[in-house]
DNA sequence: TCATCCAGTTACTTCTTCGTAACCGCGCGC
DNA sequence: GCGCGCGGTTACGAAGAAGTAACTGGATGA
C-alpha cells in the first residue's frame, strides 16, 4: 500500500499503525534489546550483559532481569524482528532478522531527533518546572 | 553535537536518548494528541472529541478522560511540544509548537515503516502462535 | 557422578499507570 | 443570581507491568 495514499485516506489508521508500534517496542526492554543486537548476534547471557551497559534509569532497576529479557526476545521473535537459533553446544543465538534491521533506520529517525533537541526539550522542561506548574 | 559522531561516540547515550524519547511519547495517549493538533490547534474539548475517533484499541477504554488528556497536554507543553493559549473568552486552545511540529518527522518515519511492514509482522505473529510457543 | 553453567520458567510481590466519578471555579447568557 | 458549558483537578480503586528469587532441565567438564 502506498504511504502518501495511506497518509491521506486514512487518518485513523495512521494513528492506529503507529500506536501499535508503540505497543510492540515502547515497553522498558525492547529496544535496548534492538540496539543490543544491532551490530552482531549475542547469546541469552551475552546481550543481558550489552544491555547492562546501556542500561535504562527509569523506574526501579537498572540491571536486565532473565524474566524481562526473556519476555521482550519472545515479543520481538513473535513480530519477526528477532530469530533465535541453537549455537554450538545447544546454546541460544539471538539475531535480528532483516525485518529487526530494517527497524533500525526509523529507530535512528526517533533517535536523531531526540539528539537533535534535546537541549531544547530540557530547556522547555527547565522553564516549565521554573514556573511552578502544578 | 553532530550525529555521526555521538552515534559512534557513545552509544549508550544513543540509547538512553532513544530511552527518553519512547519514555515521553510512549504512554497510552501522547502520540495520539500529537496526532489531534498536527492539522490545526484544538481546544481541549475539540481535542477529545478528535482523539475519540482516532481511539487505541489496548486495555479497557477507547474514549480518554479529562484526566488522561490533561495529563499527556501537561506532559508534552513540558517537554516544550505543545503550546497553551488563552483564546476569547477564556477558553484554552492548543497548538504544536515548532519543536513538536518536527517531531512529526521521525514520527512519520516509525508510521511508515510499520506500515510497509505491517503484512510481515502479522504473518510472523501468525506462524509464531501456530507454532504454539509457550 | 557430581558440580556448574546456560537458558530460561514459575510463583509471588510491588509499583505504576489508568480509569471512574465526583467536584470546582470561571465566564456567559438569560 | 442561576444554570450551563468549558477546562480542568482530586480521591480512590483496579488492572497491568515489572521486579525478586527460587527453581528446572539439559549439556559440559572434572
Do not use: C
Request: no cysteine.
Amino acid at each position: 500500500m502506498p504511504l502518501d495514499q495511506l497518509r491521506n485516506a486514512d487518518p485513523s489508521r495512521v494513528a492506529a499503525l503507529a500506536r501499535d508500534l508503540l505497543d510492540r517496542v515502547g515497553d522498558r526492554w525492547s529496544a535496548l534489546v534492538i540496539y543490543g543486537l544491532h551490530e552482531r548476534p549475542a547469546r541469552f547471557s551475552e546481550l543481558r550483559e550489552r544491555i547492562d551497559e546501556l542500561g535504562p534509569r527509569r523506574l526501579r532497576r537498572t540491571e536486565i532481569s532473565n524474566k524481562m529479557l526473556a519476555e521482550a526476545l519472545r515479543g520481538l521473535r513473535r513480530d519477526g524482528l528477532v530469530a533465535r537459533a541453537e549455537g554450538v553446544g545447544g546454546h541460544a543465538e539471538y539475531s535480528l532478522t532483516s525485518l529487526g534491521r530494517s527497524f533500525w533506520i526509523p529507530m535512528m529517525a526517533v533517535h536523531d531527533w531526540t539528539a537533535d533537541h534535546i537541549a531544547e526539550i530540557e530547556e522547555a522542561r527547565r522553564a516549565f518546572d521554573d514556573a511552578g506548574m502544578p
